[in-house]
């Protein structure tokens, strides 16, 4: 695996790289050697943000989070699936939409101006989009509810399409994948996908960076969602063992699944920048 060159800015994954959560998002474990790295990339002024496909927090409200960790992390360095939501809707024009999640999984919306209603509320189903994150709770009468939207012409967006991410008690669905799987049986809609692995995720990523996605290094656990959007983008893709995917699973990768390199240890991020 060839060692990365021309690296100018840097995206961490958060469950498995960073830190390992309980399954209810909370109890952080914070990782070997993460503290260390980006304190270090802070005193060198070193571009990075924190991607979570996670939607239940607001960005500032994890970010705040991660710093009471320990984690070196500034509100606007960490971002969500809902950010990029929230910008895909105003740039397509989208003014109202339904959302099946916790109010956490709106917020950027609403930031962003669009108006947002959740299952229950008056006029549920008359929206331009539904966004579907973090819900436990949903029942089928959300289901339904977002199914009428879409028959009645609704966009379906989804905070993501992983079914499992890293816990500190192991693989843990990812909510929002179940929940889309049944509204696009139902429906047939295709579901515009704003978390990793999207390119609409990584985009906003170097434009939050300030360059081109080819130059970015994308540092996760998961060869189909961290490492499958750093071949998507042409950017380069660093792998760690410590959350989804074992050192050997990541051997047996191929093709776009197949990181340019597996890390040791987090503080070997630093030999990959120039």
Same mark, same amino acid.
């Given at each position: 695996?060839?060692?990365? #060159? ?5 995206? /961490? ?13 909370? @109890?952080?474990?914070?990782? &070997? ?12 002024? /070193?571009?990075? $943000?924190? /991607? ?14 991660? !710093? ?19 910008? +895909? ?5 989208? !003014? ?6 916790? !109010?956490? $999984?709106? +917020? ?7 108006? #947002? ?14 966004? $579907? ?28 399409? $992983?079914?499992?991410?890293? #816990?500190?008690? @192991? ?5 929002? /994948? ?21 390119? +609409?995720?990584? %985009? ?7 360059? &081109?996605?080819? %130059? ?6 998961? &060869? ?36 340019? !390199?597996?890390? +040791? ?10």
């Amino acid at each position: 695996m060839r060692n990365p #060159t021309g690296i100018a800015g840097l995206m /961490f994954d958060v469950d498995g790289t960073l830190l390992l959560s309980d399954r209810s998002l909370s @109890g952080y474990e914070v990782l &070997p050697g993460a503290v260390d790295l980006l304190t270090a990339l802070r005193e060198r002024d /070193f571009p990075f $943000v924190l /991607f979570t496909n996670g939607s239940h927090y607001p960005p500032a409200v994890q970010a705040a989070k991660l !710093r009471e960790s320990g984690l070196p992390v500034e509100d606007a360095q960490m971002l969500t699936p809902s950010v990029v939501t929230a910008d +895909h809707m105003v740039r397509g024009g989208i !003014r109202r939409a339904l959302v099946l999640g916790t !109010r956490g $999984v709106g +917020h950027s919306l609403a930031a962003a101006g669009i108006e #947002t209603v959740y299952p229950g509320e008056a006029r549920a189903a008359e929206v331009n989009a539904v966004y $579907v994150g973090w819900h436990p709770e949903c029942t089928m009468k959300d289901i339904e509810t977002a199914a009428h939207a879409i028959w009645a012409g609704a966009t379906l967006y989804a905070a993501s399409d $992983v079914p499992f991410f890293a #816990t500190r008690h @192991g693989r843990t669905i990812g909510y929002s /994948f179940a929940i889309v799987g049944a509204i696009r049986r139902l429906t047939g809609a295709r579901a515009t996908v704003t978390g990793k692995p999207s390119l +609409h995720a990584l %985009r906003l990523v170097a434009k939050r960076l300030g360059s &081109p996605m080819r %130059r970015l290094a994308v540092v996760g656990d998961d &060869p189909i969602v961290e490492v499958v959007m750093a071949h998507r983008g042409g950017a380069t893709a660093l792998a760690v063992s410590t959350g989804m995917t074992t050192a050997e699973e990541w051997r047996r990768q191929t093709g776009t699944r197949k990181p340019h !390199r597996v890390l +040791h240890s987090l503080s070997e991020v630093l030999a990959c920048l120039p």
